[in-house]
């Protein structure tokens, strides 16, 4: 049985090299994402389709620089991993740099729900907008 950290490090070792196909892969086909803000990603997205169409929506907003990599070491409790994170994001006037905590529950070796945190919403409110 593949662990929470394998799952969660896994995850993470694809989306920082953008291997999407492999980050999908971890997702349970009934994922819960929580999106924290006031911007148009913001909410509850439920299913592979819809946390799908949101990381591609904020490829697309950020002319595909968004990047997120881990910046501290993975930490483990039972079926949940704590990710500290940094996230970065250009495009046509305007950047974002900010940081957060990503924790991702796992059930049966897969990304099953997953709250995110972040140090600054008003930036991420207003790097990615309203639509």
Not at 103 to 121: H, I, N, Y
């Amino acid at each position: 049985m593949t662990t929470p950290l394998a799952v969660v490090t896994t995850y993470f070792e694809a989306l920082e090299s953008g291997d999407f196909a492999t980050v999908a892969a971890q997702f349970a086909d009934d994922i819960v994402w929580h999106q924290p803000g006031d911007n148009r990603f913001s909410g509850l997205h439920r299913g592979g389709d819809a946390v799908g169409a949101m990381i591609g929506g904020m490829m697309s907003v950020s002319e595909g620089t968004f990047s997120l990599k881990r910046n501290a070491p993975l930490m483990v409790n039972g079926d949940t991993v704590a990710a500290p994170v940094r996230w970065t994001a250009k495009r046509s006037g305007a950047e974002m740099d900010g940081v957060g905590v990503d924790l991702m529950r796992v059930v049966d070796g897969k990304v099953a729900e997953v709250w995110l945190f972040t140090a600054d919403p008003a930036e991420e409110d207003t790097f990615w907008g309203q639509e």
